[in-house]
């Protein structure tokens, strides 16, 4: 009986294939571009196979693999690793993964997939790498967004945002958190918080507001922009971008600046300005009483069933922080007391 090759989406050798190709993009993206191909030709004779291959003789019968590639076949076959690819993740890919970890809006994850590809360094990332927008941002600002701003910079760009702001709508409500509110000397970008007490004249606001600073060449990239809630549901209108002073000694910073309506601007300021952790435990806390608090709003009276609310609970209005903490009967803490 002879077995015709059947065609099927999942190639026997995939597991093989999956590391010639890693080994493949190594070589490629470190400009070894003759062992890039060697590798390349051994893949495509290998989806061309119809079976799985398992010894040494039937690898080395297959077109366009020579004994070298066919040993190292056999390795993955037997150890489901390749030595070779494991030496390319050592402590000077550890440095590289730290180094692109650095660039803003970078996890480990995207770290990681970057040093898998074999570049080593920002200039391959800004050369070779298929980046999206943000990403190309992040490296654009590499070194400038690495510095702290100084407290006094970040007052000055408050004031800018401000200036704006009240030229298009008065009597704002303009607060800057994060680490700025939370009392630091120096902080990582500038977060401004944007609301109105008549409850509807922030709205809007955002998209002539954003113009307004374009205009004036204040900002001059953009990272997040959405006034409308497309992105995430439930998220704020918010603006993330870069800002430069006018003058030439000025850096370009990190802004963020999201509107809230004046029913939801205490959770939105306790969110805003708390560090992570901290914003974690009240959260946790909410939890462990019945509540649910999110950064738009506190709900008492929910109940759970493992990690799904059976029943969504009550809305109950926070005029300021202090209701908030009132709410979870913890005393009330400035903020640069929710520093941890
Ligand atoms: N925040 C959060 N969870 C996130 C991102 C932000 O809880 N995933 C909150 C906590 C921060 C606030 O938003 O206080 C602003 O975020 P920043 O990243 O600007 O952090 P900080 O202002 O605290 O520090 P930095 O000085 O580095 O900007
Ligand atoms: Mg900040
Ligand atoms: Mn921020």
Known sequence: ???????????????????LQEMANLYRNSNDKWRAFGYQKAISSLKKCHKPVTTYEEIRR?????????????????????????EYQTDADIAVMDLFGQIWG????????????????????????KLTHNQRIGLKYYSEFLERIPRDEVTQIEHVVREAAET?????????????????AT??????????R????????????VDKLKASNFLIDDLVYTDKHEDEPGAHFRYFGVCRLPGDDHLPRRIDIIVVPYAEHACALLYFTDSMLFNRSMRQLADENQMYLSQHRLHV???????????GGRLVPTPTEES??????????????RDY
């Open 198 to 209: 008549d409850g509807v004249s922030h709205e809007h606001l955002l998209y002539p507001l």
């Open 106 to 129: 970078i996890g480990p994850a995207q770290a990681k997939r970057w040093v898998d590809l074999g570049y080593r360094t920002l200039d391959d990332l800004r050369t070779k790498a």
């Open 1 to 19: 009986s002879s077995a015709l090759p059947v065609e099927s989406d999942v190639n026997p050798n995939q597991a093989v294939i999956d590391k």
């Open 324 to 337: 908030i903490f009132q709410y979870l009967k913890l005393s009330y803490r400035p903020p640069s007391e």
């Open 62 to 86: 297959l077109p366009g693999i020579g004994s070298r590639l066919a040993e190292k076949i056999v390795e993955i076959m037997e150890t489901g690793s390749m030595t070779k690819l494991e």
């Open 301 to 311: 009276g929910v109940i759970r069933m493992g990690k799904n609310k059976v029943n």
């Open 187 to 196: 902080c990582g970008d500038c977060d401004i918080l944007i609301t109105h």
């Open 168 to 184: 298009i709508r008065s009597g704002l409500l303009i607060i800057t958190c994060g680490s700025y509110r939370r009392g630091k």
